[in-house]
Nanobody, 119 residues
Framework: QVQLVESGGGLVQAGGSLRLSCAAS????????MGWFRQAPEKEREFVAS????????YYADSVKGRFTISRDIAKDTVYLQMDSLAPEDTAVYYC????????????WGQGTQVTVSS
């Protein structure tokens, strides 16, 4: 089985930075892309960023462009989300996910890591 484990969340002041990691454990698997999503209280789950595993091409939600950077380390089977210039509106539980095939949604999800940004 495949497990995705997020880490790096925490409490940070507005304007600060955090780096989230998502490591795969268990069996190895092929994937089309890895993504980050977030969900704030009383809000729907929101796409944040994704990266194509083979090409490294990245995609971002407009709300985080210029502030967040997604990257991957193929050797470590890990995806990262560098978050800079954090604002209180970024407060949410952040989830990583794996899209195995592309175009069919995300198949595996982590349990999430809390990011809280104080004003």
């Amino acid at each position: 089985q495949v497990q995705l484990v997020e880490s790096g969340g925490g409490l940070v002041q507005a304007g600060g930075s955090l780096r989230l990691s998502c490591a795969a454990s268990g069996r190895t698997f092929r994937r089309f892309a890895m993504g980050w999503f977030r969900q704030a209280p009383e809000k729907e789950r929101e796409f944040v960023a994704s990266i194509r595993w083979s090409s490294g091409n990245t995609y971002y939600a407009d709300s985080v462009k210029g502030r967040f950077t997604i990257s991957r380390d193929i050797a470590k089977d890990t995806v990262y989300l560098q978050m800079d210039s954090l604002a209180p509106e970024d407060t949410a539980v952040y989830y990583c996910a794996a899209d195995l095939h592309g175009g069919a949604g995300y198949n595996y999800w982590g349990q999430g890591t809390q990011v809280t940004v104080s004003s």
